[in-house]
């Protein structure tokens, strides 16, 4: 992912020639407005010790970038894990050109619960690591992968926790987990050239080839570096414009929780992620949950060989899982209760 502060100009450009879909294709989002206590929702138990396993546990493969031997080897891993926690996987294959005209082969891992469920949500993040830590303060690793403990793992890890743990207790939509790939291959900073489109390879295909045909979603969530001991998250420009009433009932469920210290109620400049595709192509209100911190790009060690599991933090994996059940469940309550 990148941050585009020129994207500002090419949304107005985009919206005033009708090039983006928006949520036009979607089903109705939910109103920002409502009276639903979402701080008080039930949701099942949460475990920050196991979400921190299936960090570790893709770490353990090594760079997940494609080509590399730890990429297939923690596609399958994830596939398996995914098959017991949800009613139906499938792993979408796709071929697709990197920045310098290679090609690649990527797989999206698509799971679900509730598949029969009309209504859905979508919740997403990408599995791949950079093939290249481009931003390593030493120049000498810039052509070196990196691990993406926090940049890619952590928003899996979530995930599986939570597929794990909302089978036992699903709410009353359908849920459907998508873990993209080739998100982070894109053009390398000592390329000296920039194409935005080189970027989220594996959620450019799903926008255009679903899962299911006339797939529709009330709303998605992406998360991406959701790990770290300092959790800050702000209201970026892709996910206002796009779905302004999620990304506010999230960001108010945060801050009923007590989290308003890190859900920082801050306007900020777009960001090239997967939801942009999801939601200029698929049509899908989508927001993404993704680190600021002010004082470095995302965080200090974004595309760096420092982004290892000694970075992530249980807690904030907690935190943000908390946020996210409370806002799902609240829409839509689980059918036990």
Not at 181 to 189: C, H, V
Request: glycine content about 6%; overall charge negative.
């Amino acid at each position: 992912m990148k941050r585009l502060s020129h994207l500002l100009a090419i949304c107005a450009l985009s919206l005033a020639t009708g090039f983006f879909l928006g949520c036009k294709n979607g089903q109705p989002e939910p109103t920002a407005e409502s009276t639903t206590n979402y701080a008080s929702a039930q949701t099942p138990a949460f475990s920050a010790d196991s979400a921190y396993q299936f960090v570790a546990r893709q770490v353990a493969f090594g760079y997940r970038a494609p080509g590399l031997k730890g990429h297939d080897a923690c596609a399958a891993y994830l596939f398996d894990a995914m098959r017991r926690f949800c009613d139906t996987v499938v792993l979408q294959h796709f071929n697709a050109t990197l920045w310098d005209g290679s090609r690649a082969k990527g797989t999206n891992i698509i799971a679900s619960i509730n598949p029969q469920s009309e209504k859905r949500i979508l919740l997403c993040a990408h599995w791949d690591s950079r093939l290249w830590a481009d931003h390593d303060p030493d120049e000498a690793n810039h052509r070196t992968p990196l691990l993406g403990a926090n940049d890619g793992a952590s928003g899996v890890g979530i995930l599986m926790e939570m597929a794990r743990v909302m089978k036992q207790m699903p709410p009353s939509a359908g849920i459907d987990f998508i873990f993209f790939d080739l998100e982070d291959q894109g053009i390398p900073e000592w390329a000296k050239s920039y194409e935005d489109n080189t970027w989220c390879l594996g959620s450019q295909y799903w926008a255009k080839n679903k899962h299911l045909p006339y797939y529709r979603a009330v709303y998605g969530i992406l998360l991406d570096m959701v790990g770290t001991d300092k959790p800050r998250f702000t209201k970026e420009e892709v996910s206002r414009r796009y779905a302004s009433g999620i990304t506010d009932k999230l960001w108010r469920t945060a801050s009923a929780l007590g989290y308003g210290n890190v859900f920082v109620d801050q306007n900020t400049d777009p960001i090239l992620d997967d939801h942009m595709y999801v939601n200029q192509i698929a049509g899908i209100p989508m927001t993404d949950i993704v680190q600021n911190s002010p004082e470095s790009s995302f965080f200090p060690h974004w595309h760096t060989i420092g982004d290892s599991l000694a970075v992530i933090n249980k807690e904030t994996l907690a935190l943000v899982a908390n946020v996210v059940m409370k806002t799902i469940y609240g829409d839509y309550p689980a059918e036990c209760q």
